[in-house]
């Protein structure tokens, strides 16, 4: 019998359709709102996870799709314990990035899997403290909570 719900073949079709979007999105222009669209079809596959890590990293790059990254980092953290530092240190970047005050929103509340980085939890203890954006201040605050409960239950960890 010939299984095509394989774990190797999933694990293609997850390839391929990650590959295809994400050259759909380097194609779009630079404000296009598909590049948002692209991200959210981009949920849960791990294949696409370092991808997703640039797109929140890069400053230049679309807001929304910067938002929709952190979003997703938050909910499907990288197991690969090198790529979890690095989505850490991205949505650290993005969180001290002076012109995206809704970029910073989102990374902040998207840091809670990543505290186990004394950089990642100085960096949202401060802005939990001292942020002059009160819904920053408030993101980060929910971050740290949720990474007190994520802790506790064991859940979401490296």
Not at 88 to 99: F, I, K, M, T, Y
């Amino acid at each position: 019998m010939n299984d095509t719900h394989s774990p190797t073949t999933a694990a293609t079709a997850a390839t391929t359709a990650a590959e295809r979007l994400i050259a759909e999105f380097h194609a779009l222009p630079a404000g296009s709102d598909r590049k948002r669209e692209i991200i959210t079809e981009l949920d849960a596959n791990v294949q696409a996870l370092p991808f997703l890590v640039s797109v929140v990293a890069d400053p230049g790059e679309y807001d929304l799709a910067r938002v929709e990254s952190a979003t997703v980092l938050r909910l499907w953290p990288p197991a690969d314990p090198a790529l979890r530092h690095e989505a850490g240190r991205a949505l650290v970047s993005a969180l001290q990035d002076p012109e995206e005050d809704l970029v910073r929103q989102y990374a902040a509340m998207s840091l809670a899997p990543y505290t186990d980085d004394p950089v990642v939890a100085t960096v949202l203890n401060t802005t939990a403290r001292a942020d002059e954006d009160p819904l920053v201040r408030d993101s980060a605050r929910f971050s740290i909570e949720e990474a007190h409960r994520l802790q506790r239950t064991g859940a979401g960890g490296p």
